[in-house]
């Protein structure tokens, strides 16, 4: 008997014999400790009552599974007021009472489930010699402790979706060390007030713009400064900016669309033609509608969006864009283009061209609850019969169509083409037949307006990183509108604040901004002043919000790998001991 340096056991144990087969290694370890401790009393015992064995697997090696034949003895246990009579000695430093594998191999699973998803990890410890079951291995990694009660300083508090549009919690990094340290079930400010008071000895909190954490933190840490994120900031500028371009969307230039070629025409033409159109130079005037046709499709006034609240002001705005779309396609259809040009022209899809055009006026969406009936389809009972004639070879939707009518089938034809049109993708592909695709019609160019998320990027962006054509769009953009330009200057100024950190500036930028009287400037103004001292730490302070970001990042993609069974208390582990 001796021990190996190739199996490391505890002290007290040592390797009897060794049966070795193609796929298992099998190794019998003995127990030499003189005496064992009672687990009820604590009280030490010599005395062995009688020798038992148990099989334990162990991590594997060269290829085989390990199996441990334990040979370990019961003691019995003299102390008067103990209850047990007799225990089994216990070996902590090799495998746990009752468990069936080593610590070794405990951990070395839980490595492998950290790594990777539980069903992955089930098919991959095969592999590597081990064996283990998708729930199994979800126990094993739902016992791993949380970490120790470590102090933090600098904190960084972010939000993520367990179920988006549903369910929300909040994310805890130590923006010293780049670690996160809990997760917690809700993103409201009760959710968060009991761990920070946990943690008086926070002095720095780096945040997002959401008014719950800012609330927690000013009642529980009122000594701490708050950070306001400056990514956030630059992106709650880009969407004010973005709805200002919406406003004013005949203030953007017109941009031209690839140029459709003929389908025999040569790759040289192809590559000659040009792929971008410089704004005001050799374009056509925009076309018109018939003064008929322009009826309730003019382009809402200052005046007229000033007198609506905000919900109704974006309503219109999305209405003008439609509008716009509409007017393009109906001057395309009117100069005798077809349905898929016209798609391909304005990038829309053909039902929406169709639609469109079938229409004498402008198209108005139509008001909805926003619930979605529940309940059985209406080709559910119908889909046995579907199914035996499409396997039959009775594939035409017309003539199933027909068929299930008979049956007593009260929807409508496009719900079954839409059933069939997603069980052609299982038919192997067919070669086509008859004469050869026509050539497209027209070699015209297309436009469209650059759009405003576009713009708005382009508004933000420093000077030297826009190519020469972005810098003729910005510049059209500012000659179309003084008010445009002006933004445009304070929201430079502004990122370069932000950048350099000039905290001094901070007063007079907001001052000059809320001077121009531009609605959403104003908008973005009044929340940098409900959350001053945030934003002005912002602008002068080194900590940012960034590694919180990249975390809740990297808790995505954990939460996307666990197949559905990322429960909270899961994906806390995952994330807080993720290798």
């Given at each position: 008997?001796?021990?190996?340096?190739?199996?490391?056991?505890?002290?007290?144990?040592?390797?009897?014999?060794?049966?070795?087969?193609?796929?298992?290694?099998?190794?019998?370890?003995?127990?030499?400790?003189?005496?064992?401790?009672?687990?009820?009393?604590?009280?030490?015992?010599?005395?062995?009552?009688?020798?038992?064995?148990?099989?334990?697997?162990?991590?594997?090696?060269g290829g085989r599974s390990v199996v441990l034949r334990l040979l370990v003895r019961k003691f019995a246990c003299w102390t008067v007021a103990c209850p047990r009579k007799v225990f089994a000695e216990r070996l902590p430093d090799l495998v746990q009472p009752w468990a069936r594998i080593s610590n070794r191999l405990l951990e070395e699973l839980k490595a492998i489930g950290?790594?990777?998803?539980?069903?992955?990890?089930?098919?991959?410890?095969?592999?590597?010699?081990?064996?283990?079951?998708?729930?199994?291995?979800?126990?094993?990694?739902?016992?791993?402790?949380?970490?120790?009660?470590?102090?933090?300083?600098?904190?960084?508090?972010?939000?993520?979706?367990?179920?988006?549009?549903?369910?929300?919690?909040?994310?805890?990094?130590?923006?010293?060390?780049?670690?996160?340290?809990?997760?917690?079930?809700?993103?409201?400010?009760?959710?968060?007030?009991?761990?920070?008071?946990?943690?008086?000895?926070?002095?720095?909190?780096?945040?997002?713009?959401?008014?719950?954490?800012?609330?927690?933190?000013?009642?529980?840490?009122?000594?701490?400064?708050?950070?306001?994120?400056?990514?956030h900031l630059i992106q709650n500028l880009r969407e004010h900016l973005q709805q200002l371009l919406d406003r004013k969307r005949t203030c953007l230039p017109l941009v031209e669309d690839t140029a459709l070629k003929d389908t025999q025409a040569s790759p040289m033409e192809k590559a000659s033609s040009p792929s971008h159109l410089t704004p005001g130079a050799n374009s056509?005037?925009?076309?018109?509608?018939?003064?008929?046709?322009?009826?309730?499709?003019?382009?809402?006034?200052?005046?007229?969006?000033?007198?609506?609240?905000?919900?109704?002001?974006?309503?219109?705005?999305?209405?003008?864009?439609?509008?716009?779309?509409?007017?393009?396609?109906?001057?395309?259809?009117?100069?005798?283009?077809?349905?898929?040009?016209?798609?391909?022209?304005?990038?829309?899809?053909?039902?929406?061209?169709?639609?469109?055009?079938?229409?004498?006026?402008?198209?108005?969406?139509?008001?909805?609850?926003?619930?979605?009936?529940?309940?059985?389809?209406?080709?559910?009972?119908?889909?046995?019969?579907?199914?035996?004639?499409?396997?039959?070879?009775?594939?035409?939707?017309?003539?199933?169509?027909?068929?299930?009518?008979?049956?007593?089938?009260?929807?409508?034809?496009?719900?079954?083409?839409?059933?069939?049109?997603?069980?052609?993708?299982?038919?192997?592909?067919?070669?086509?037949?008859?004469?050869?695709?026509?050539?497209?019609?027209?070699?015209?160019?297309?436009?469209?307006?650059?759009?405003?998320?576009?713009?708005?990027?382009?508004?933000?962006?420093?000077?030297?990183?826009?190519?020469?054509?972005?810098?003729?769009?910005?510049?059209?953009?500012?000659?179309?509108?003084?008010?445009?330009?002006?933004?445009?200057?304070?929201?430079?100024?502004?990122?370069?604040?932000?950048?350099?950190?000039?905290?001094?500036?901070?007063?007079?930028?907001?001052?000059?901004?809320?001077?121009?009287?531009?609605?959403?400037?104003?908008?973005?103004?009044?929340?940098?002043?409900?959350?001053?001292?945030?934003?002005?730490?912002?602008?002068?302070?080194?900590?940012?919000?960034?590694?919180?970001?990249?975390?809740v990042n990297r808790l995505k993609f954990l939460k996307r790998q666990m197949f559905g069974r990322a429960h909270l208390d899961l994906l806390r582990v995952k994330v807080l001991h993720a290798i």
């Amino acid at each position: 008997m001796e021990r190996s340096p190739f199996l490391p056991l505890p002290e007290g144990m040592v390797i009897g014999q060794v049966e070795l087969s193609e796929a298992h290694l099998t190794v019998e370890v003995i127990s030499t400790q003189p005496f064992a401790c009672c687990p009820g009393c604590g009280n030490p015992s010599d005395h062995v009552h009688c020798q038992y064995q148990r099989t334990v697997y162990d991590v594997p090696c060269g290829g085989r599974s390990v199996v441990l034949r334990l040979l370990v003895r019961k003691f019995a246990c003299w102390t008067v007021a103990c209850p047990r009579k007799v225990f089994a000695e216990r070996l902590p430093d090799l495998v746990q009472p009752w468990a069936r594998i080593s610590n070794r191999l405990l951990e070395e699973l839980k490595a492998i489930g950290l790594a990777a998803s539980a069903e992955v990890s089930e098919r991959l410890a095969p592999r590597l010699g081990m064996q283990v079951k998708a729930p199994t291995l979800l126990r094993y990694l739902r016992t791993i402790p949380p970490p120790s009660n470590i102090s933090v300083r600098v904190l960084g508090i972010d939000d993520f979706a367990l179920r988006r549009g549903n369910t929300y919690g909040t994310i805890l990094i130590n923006i010293e060390t780049g670690k996160p340290i809990d997760l917690l079930p809700d993103r409201t400010a009760e959710a968060v007030k009991p761990w920070l008071a946990a943690h008086p000895e926070i002095d720095v909190v780096s945040r997002d713009r959401a008014s719950a954490y800012a609330d927690a933190v000013n009642q529980v840490l009122p000594h701490a400064m708050q950070v306001a994120d400056r990514y956030h900031l630059i992106q709650n500028l880009r969407e004010h900016l973005q709805q200002l371009l919406d406003r004013k969307r005949t203030c953007l230039p017109l941009v031209e669309d690839t140029a459709l070629k003929d389908t025999q025409a040569s790759p040289m033409e192809k590559a000659s033609s040009p792929s971008h159109l410089t704004p005001g130079a050799n374009s056509d005037p925009a076309p018109t509608l018939l003064p008929s046709e322009r009826q309730d499709m003019r382009a809402c006034t200052e005046e007229e969006l000033s007198c609506l609240i905000s919900a109704d002001r974006k309503k219109k705005i999305s209405r003008d864009k439609r509008v716009s779309r509409y007017e393009e396609v109906m001057v395309l259809h009117r100069k005798g283009l077809g349905l898929r040009a016209i798609a391909r022209l304005l990038h829309l899809s053909r039902n929406t061209v169709r639609r469109y055009i079938s229409s004498p006026t402008f198209p108005e969406r139509t008001e909805s609850s926003g619930r979605r009936t529940k309940g059985a389809g209406k080709l559910d009972p119908y889909l046995p019969y579907l199914r035996e004639q499409w396997k039959a070879g009775l594939q035409n939707s017309s003539r199933l169509f027909a068929a299930i009518k008979e049956r007593g089938y009260t929807g409508c034809q496009s719900l079954l083409r839409r059933l069939l049109s997603e069980w052609r993708t299982e038919l192997p592909p067919k070669r086509r037949q008859g004469s050869p695709r026509k050539p497209r019609l027209t070699e015209q160019k297309g436009q469209h307006r650059l759009s405003t998320r576009s713009a708005s990027f382009l508004m933000i962006l420093p000077s030297e990183k826009l190519k020469a054509r972005d810098k003729q769009y910005l510049e059209h953009i500012c000659q179309a509108s003084s008010d445009l330009r002006a933004v445009y200057l304070l929201s430079q100024e502004f990122v370069t604040m932000l950048k350099e950190r000039q905290a001094e500036a901070l007063d007079s930028w907001l001052t000059r901004a809320k001077a121009c009287h531009v609605t959403e400037l104003t908008s973005f103004v009044n929340g940098i002043r409900r959350d001053a001292a945030a934003v002005r730490a912002a602008c002068s302070s080194q900590w940012s919000n960034g590694i919180t970001e990249g975390h809740v990042n990297r808790l995505k993609f954990l939460k996307r790998q666990m197949f559905g069974r990322a429960h909270l208390d899961l994906l806390r582990v995952k994330v807080l001991h993720a290798i």
